[in-house]
Structure formats: C-alpha cells, structure tokens
T-cell receptor
Framework: DAGITQSPRHKVTETGTPVTLRCHQTENHRYMYWYRQDPGHGLRLIHYSYGVKDTDKGEVSDGYSVSRSKTEDFLLTLESATSSQTSVYFC???????????FGEGSRLTVL | AQSVTQLDSQVPVFEEAPVELRCNYSSSVSVYLFWYVQYPNQGLQLLLKYLSGSTLVKGINGFEAEFNKSQTSFHLRKPSVHISDTAEYFCAVRDTGGFKTIFGAGTRLFVKA
C-alpha cells in the first residue's frame, strides 16, 4: 500500500469553525490532490499541488484553501465550515508519468 | 473542460452473470482513462488504466475495458461476477498533458446470490 496517512479520520464540528485536514505521504510523489466524495457526485477535485508551494484550484474550490510547505504534507483548510461541506475527503498522490492515483483512507467530516 | 458520465448509477446482477458498466467522457484533447473500485468503507484503488496502445485493457480481478475513441467511451466488463465484486466503480479521465483527474459519479454494482 502507498504510504498515505490522513488525519483526522473522523471529525464533527460546528458551523463557522475552522477545520484543517492533513495528508502525509512517505512516497516522495510530486503531485498531491484533495477530493471530496458525496453520494451522486462521485469524487470532485477541490485543490491539487504539483510541487512545494505550487497549488491550483479544482472543480469545487470555493470555501477551501490548501498549503504545501513540504513534499510530504498537503493541508486542506476550511476557514469557516458550513453544513454543505459535510463530506468524506480523500487525499491522493501521483507521479504524473504513470497517471495512477493512490488514495488515502479518507476523512469523514460532519459539520453541524 | 473534461467530463465523465457514468450511465448507470446502480447495476444489480446475479452471481456468475456477465456485467458491463458504461462510461462516456468528453475532452477536446487526448486522454488517459481509468477505472477505480471502492469496496464498502474503504478508499479507492486502481482497477485498470488506458494510457496508449491496445484499446482492450485488462485489469485486476478479471475485469477488462475497451477504449473507443470514436464513441468516446471506456466501458468496463467482466464475464462472470462474484459476490465479492459488490462495490462502487468510478470511471476517470485525465488529459495526457495535464495534472487533474476527473471522476464520474460512480456506479454501484450489487451482486446477488
């Protein structure tokens, strides 16, 4: 299994509070991604990174920010959580020449 | 912009029957195509991928898919399913020169005894 760790795995929070999800990899892969999974929508790309301090927006980036200060860590921040951000969040890593994504186990976030 | 349409949200099938899960994509450039599987309460793992070459791609667990450029399709097939194939299957596309992989909404395969 690819060495990808997401934390926390489960979190319940209240509307308006900040939340940070962490993705840590031990594979030294250049590319890292954050997706959210919702019933009927599959996986939607939130943000991705193609190197340290190099990030870009995905399909559903509103309300989310990311940071990547080290190759191994990619943080997803919800500045002020809303109920619509209740979801399962997946981190993925990739080396671009293979195209394959390796996924973490997911972080389930509930915003009350 | 790329998009992926999985034509069936749920597919019930009896054990040992054949199955086809349909996927169509749209893109203005050349693409790589993927099928991922998600077993209950787990993350996603790669089932198979098309990068170039033969349009018939074989993957794990007896699955295969065929890339049809003219119909912009990448349907997944298995000649005989097992109970253990019950899972959600996602079709995905990426531009050959890009960074982003876009997923379809998923197809839930239910295999009944």
């Amino acid at each position: 299994d690819a060495g990808i760790t997401q934390s926390p795995r489960h979190k319940v929070t209240e509307t308006g509070t900040p939340v940070t999800l962490r993705c840590h990899q031990t594979e030294n892969h250049r590319y890292m991604y954050w997706y959210r999974q919702d019933p009927g929508h599959g996986l939607r790309l939130i943000h991705y990174s193609y190197g340290v301090k190099d990030t870009d927006k995905g399909e559903v980036s509103d309300g989310y920010s990311v940071s990547r200060s080290k190759t191994e860590d990619f943080l997803l921040t919800l500045e002020s959580a809303t109920s619509s951000q209740t979801s399962v969040y997946f981190c993925a890593i990739s080396e671009i020449d293979t195209g394959e994504l390796f996924f973490g186990e997911g972080s389930r976030l509930t915003v009350l | 912009a790329q998009s992926v349409t999985q034509l069936d949200s749920q597919v019930p099938v009896f054990e040992e029957a054949p199955v086809e899960l349909r996927c169509n994509y749209s893109s203005s450039v050349s693409v790589y195509l993927f099928w991922y599987v998600q077993y209950p309460n787990q993350g996603l793992q790669l089932l198979l991928k098309y990068l170039s070459g033969s349009t018939l791609v074989k993957g794990i667990n007896g699955f295969e898919a065929e890339f049809n450029k003219s119909q912009t399709s990448f349907h997944l097939r298995k000649p005989s399913v097992h109970i253990s194939d019950t899972a959600e299957y996602f079709c995905a596309v990426r531009d050959t020169g890009g960074f982003k992989t876009i997923f379809g909404a998923g197809t839930r395969l239910f295999v009944k005894a």
